[in-house]
C-alpha cells in the first residue's frame, strides 16, 4: 500500500485486500472530506447492491460521532449489535439480504477508524458479510484494527504526496510568472500577471489588486479577475484607513492576513462593511473557507504599504495551508518588487523631459517641441502662440521667506498654468521661475483668454507674459523666443502683464 502513488487506486486495494485476506463481503471507505466536515463513501468493495446503495452517499461528522461512540468500542474497532442502534434515524445504512448461519446478524455492523498522525479522522472503514458468518475474535479484530493503522499511513502519505505535487507545481508555475513580472511594461501589466497567477496556481477564483494613492488615501483597483467591473463599482471607493484594521498581527500567517468574516467585519472602518462582498465557495467545519477575508499588504523596501491583494473563493472550499500563504506572500513580494521598479523606470523616463519640481516638461523637452512646431507651422500653413512668463519678485521672495516657500510658489503656479491650458497646449519650466507655453492654433485672442485664466487662479502670486506668433512673428524657433522673450521684458517694463511681440 505504501507504494500506491494515486488515492482512488489505494483505496480500491485496500478495500480488496480487507475483503480477500480477512474474509468480508463488503468493505467500504467513507473518506473526510474537510471542506464539508463530511465523510463520501468513495469505495465499496462488494456486491452491486451494495454499490448502489452505498457509493457516493454522504454521512455527517456528527452522525459518525453517534456510531463510533465508546459503548460500541471493541479492540479499536467498533462494532454495533443488531437492535442496539436506531439506524432509521440515520440515512445512508444498508442491510444484506443474507440468510444468518452464526451469531452475525445481518442488521449487525461494524467500523474501524482511519486515523491521521494527529489523530483527526481520515476515514472510516465499514466491514459488513463475514465469510464466516461470526463475529468476529479479538485476535481477528486486532489484525483487521492493524491493517486499519497500515492504510490510514498509507492514505495520509498518498493525500500528502498529492498536495505536495500540488504544491510544486504551484511554485514552479508561481516561478515562471515571477520571472517575468520585472520585464512587463507597466505597472497594470505587472499587477495583471499577479493576479492570473494567484487564480491559476494558488486556486483563488477571485483576486484584487490594488495601489495606495498617497495624496488621497484611496486604494486604486489596477488589476482583478473574477470579479466584475460592477462588483468592484459597487464596492465604491476605499479608502486605506478604512481596511487597515484588517492587518491584525492575530491574523497574520506567513505575512498574509486571515480572517473569519465575523472578525473582518468588525475590524473595517465602514457602515456597509458586510456588503462588501460575500464569498460563494463556502464549505462547513474547522478547515473550510466561510467567507473569510485574505488580503495581503504589497510593501515598499521601507516597510510602507503601498497597495494590497485581496484573495477570495479558493476552488477546493479550504482554508489555505502555511504553504500556500508562504507562497502567496512570496508572490506579493515580487509584485511589490516589480512595481517599484516599474515606477522607478517611468520616474526616470518621465525626468528625461520633465522638471521634477513642477513635473511640467522641461527645458529640453521645450527645445526640441518648439522646433517641431516652427517647422509644422512653416510647412502647412498653421499657426501657434508662444508665452513666455515668470514670477514677479520670486527672487524676493526666496530671500526673504526662504526657498520652500519659492518651491511652493513655482508649484502652484505650474498648478494654475495646467488648469487654464487648452486641450492641446503644452507647458514648460525652462528655467528658475521662467516657464513656456505653446499655445495650438492660437490667435491673439485665444492668447489673451489662456493668460488672463492662469492670473485669475493665482493667489498671493503675480506674474508677467510675453507672447510671440509663428508664422506671423518669426519662422524661426531662436527668432520667435527672442520676440517672445523681448515682450516679456517690455511686459514687466511697464507693468502690463502681457505684452505681445506685433505690438
Not at 410 to 431: C, K, N, P, S, W
Request: charged residues 25%; negative net charge; glycine residues 8%.
Amino acid at each position: 500500500m505504501r507504494t500506491v502513488e494515486h488515492l482512488p487506486v489505494l483505496l480500491d486495494a485496500v478495500a480488496r485486500v480487507i475483503s480477500e485476506s480477512l474474509g468480508y463481503r463488503t468493505v467500504v471507505i467513507n473518506l473526510y472530506r474537510p471542506a464539508w466536515n463530511d465523510f463520501l463513501v468513495t469505495t465499496v468493495y462488494g456486491s452491486a447492491e451494495a454499490q448502489e446503495a452505498l457509493l457516493g452517499g454522504v454521512r455527517r461528522i456528527e452522525e459518525w460521532e453517534e456510531l463510533l461512540a465508546e459503548r460500541f468500542s471493541r479492540r479499536g474497532a467498533f462494532l454495533i449489535p443488531a437492535g442496539s442502534f436506531d439506524w432509521d434515524r440515520l440515512p445512508l445504512s444498508y442491510v444484506p439480504t443474507v440468510e444468518r448461519k452464526g451469531d452475525w446478524d445481518p442488521e449487525d455492523a461494524m467500523f474501524v477508524p482511519l486515523r491521521h498522525s494527529d489523530g483527526h479522522l481520515l476515514g472510516v472503514l465499514s466491514v459488513d458479510e463475514p465469510l464466516s458468518g461470526r463475529r468476529p475474535t479479538d485476535d481477528e479484530l486486532d489484525v483487521l484494527v492493524a491493517f486499519a493503522e497500515h492504510a490510514a499511513i498509507a492514505v495520509e502519505s498518498a493525500q500528502e504526496r498529492s498536495d505536495s505535487e500540488r504544491h510544486q507545481i504551484a511554485l514552479e508555475q508561481l516561478l515562471a510568472v515571477s520571472s517575468r513580472l520585472i520585464s512587463e511594461a507597466g505597472v497594470d501589466e505587472i499587477l495583471a500577471a499577479v493576479c492570473d497567477a494567484v487564480r491559476d496556481a494558488l486556486g483563488f477564483q477571485h483576486v484584487l489588486a490594488t495601489l495606495l494613492d498617497p495624496q488621497t488615501g484611496l486604494l486604486d483597483v489596477r488589476a482583478s479577475v473574477g470579479w466584475s467591473d460592477d462588483d468592484i463599482a459597487a464596492a465604491g471607493p476605499v479608502r486605506f484607513r478604512e481596511i487597515a484594521g484588517l492587518f491584525d498581527e492575530a491574523f497574520e500567517i506567513e505575512g498574509c492576513f486571515l480572517l473569519p468574516s465575523d472578525e473582518a467585519e468588525r475590524r473595517l472602518a465602514r457602515d456597509d462593511a458586510g456588503a462588501l462582498y460575500v464569498s460563494e465557495l463556502n464549505g462547513d467545519g474547522p478547515w473550510a473557507w466561510n467567507r473569510h477575508w485574505l488580503v495581503v499588504p504589497l510593501h515598499a523596501e521601507s516597510g510602507e504599504v503601498i497597495g494590497m491583494l485581496w484573495a477570495d473563493e479558493p476552488d477546493d472550499r479550504l482554508l489555505p495551508s502555511a504553504e500556500r500563504l508562504q507562497a502567496l506572500r512570496v508572490l506579493a513580494n515580487q509584485a511589490a518588487a516589480a512595481v517599484l521598479a516599474s515606477q522607478y523606470v517611468n520616474e526616470l523616463r518621465f525626468l528625461a523631459d520633465h522638471d521634477p519640481l513642477t513635473r511640467l516638461l522641461n527645458r529640453r523637452a521645450f527645445v526640441e517641441r518648439l522646433d517641431g512646431e516652427v517647422g509644422r507651422a512653416v510647412r502647412y500653413g498653421r499657426t501657434f502662440g508662444l508665452v513666455i512668463c515668470d514670477l514677479d519678485g520670486f527672487k524676493a521672495l526666496n530671500d526673504t521667506i526662504g526657498h520652500a516657500a519659492g518651491d511652493d510658489a513655482l508649484q502652484r503656479f505650474a498648478r494654475t498654468v495646467t488648469e487654464a491650458l487648452r486641450r492641446g497646449d503644452d507647458a514648460f519650466r525652462i528655467g528658475g521661475d521662467e516657464f513656456a507655453l505653446l499655445l495650438a492654433e492660437a490667435t491673439e485672442a485665444d492668447a489673451r483668454e489662456v493668460v488672463d485664466r492662469i492670473a485669475a487662479g493665482l493667489e498671493g502670486i503675480d506674474a508677467s507674459f510675453g507672447v510671440a506668433s509663428c508664422p506671423e512673428d518669426a519662422q524661426d524657433a531662436q527668432a520667435l523666443f527672442r520676440l517672445a522673450d523681448g515682450a516679456l521684458y517690455e511686459a514687466k517694463r511697464t507693468g502690463s502683464r502681457l505684452h505681445f511681440a506685433a505690438a
